[in-house]
C-alpha cells in the first residue's frame, strides 16, 4: 500500500521529532471511546506496532520521513537551477 506523509516544513518536522519517536498506540485517543477498545483489541503486540510505526517513519533507507527530506532535497534544487536561469535570462 502506497504511504505519503505531508508535512508542512522542515521546522515543522524538527520541531515534533521528538514526539514522533515516542508515539505508542497504547496512548492513542479516540472521540469514541469504544472506537479506541476495538482498535487496540485487534493489536496483538503494541510494543512491536510501535517499532513497526516508528520504522516506517524513521527507517534510513525507506521510511516516510527520509522520503519526504529526499523530496525536499529535490524541489530545493530544481528551486535554485530556476533561480539561476532566469537570473542568466534577465541579465542577458
Not at 1 to 9: D, E, F, G, K
Not at 61 to 88: K, Y
Amino acid at each position: 500500500i502506497a504511504q505519503n506523509l505531508l508535512v508542512h516544513s522542515p521546522e515543522s518536522l524538527a520541531n515534533h521529532e521528538i514526539e514522533l519517536q515516542g508515539l505508542d498506540v497504547r496512548k492513542a485517543q479516540a472521540s469514541v471511546p469504544a472506537d479506541r477498545d476495538m482498535i487496540l483489541c485487534r493489536i496483538k503486540d503494541p510494543e512491536a506496532f510501535n517499532c513497526s510505526l516508528k520504522a516506517l517513519l524513521f527507517d534510513p533507507t525507506s521510511g516516510l520521513v527520509t522520503a519526504w527530506g529526499v523530496h525536499l532535497s529535490a524541489i530545493t534544487l530544481v528551486t535554485e537551477q530556476a533561480v539561476e536561469a532566469a537570473i542568466d535570462a534577465i541579465a542577458q
